[in-house]
């Protein structure tokens, strides 16, 4: 009922910057909360940051500071800046969300990307 499709990924150098996006398109009613993850080679998935609908936010410790993440509801779209790149911030990063398929639905179902690629070398 939702595609995910993350972008933005790529090879980026310790101290810089990168804007990944989020794209949220199919057949849905309304998405509630929004995440971002990520996963390390050899590691298991982890919480970046995530957003409400209503725009409350919070953040792994590892980039609170030097992220951003915001929504654009009207487009249905999700970014997380991160600023001051570190090697350990490399990972496949994952967009996830929280729908209702239909209006009136009193339940939801969790979506997930197919993860874009951000490498910070050593």
């Known amino acids: 009922q939702v595609q995910l499709v993350e972008s933005g990924g790529g090879l980026v150098q310790p101290g810089g910057s990168l804007r990944l996006s989020c794209a949220a398109s199919g057949s849905f009613s309304s998405i509630n909360d929004m995440a971002w993850y990520r996963q390390a080679p050899g590691k298991k998935r982890e919480l970046v940051a995530r957003?409400?609908?209503?725009?409350?936010?919070n953040y792994s410790d590892s980039v609170k500071g030097r992220s951003t993440i915001s929504r654009d509801n009207a487009k249905n779209i999700m970014y997380l800046q991160m600023n001051s790149l570190k090697p350990e911030d490399t990972a496949v990063y994952y967009c996830?969300?929280?729908?209702?398929?239909?209006?009136?639905?009193?339940?939801?179902?969790?979506?997930w990307g197919q993860g874009t690629q951000v490498t910070v070398p050593s």
């Open positions: 957003i409400s609908r209503g725009d409350r936010t």
């Open positions: 996830y969300a929280v729908a209702s398929r239909n209006p009136g639905d009193l339940i939801w179902y969790s979506y």
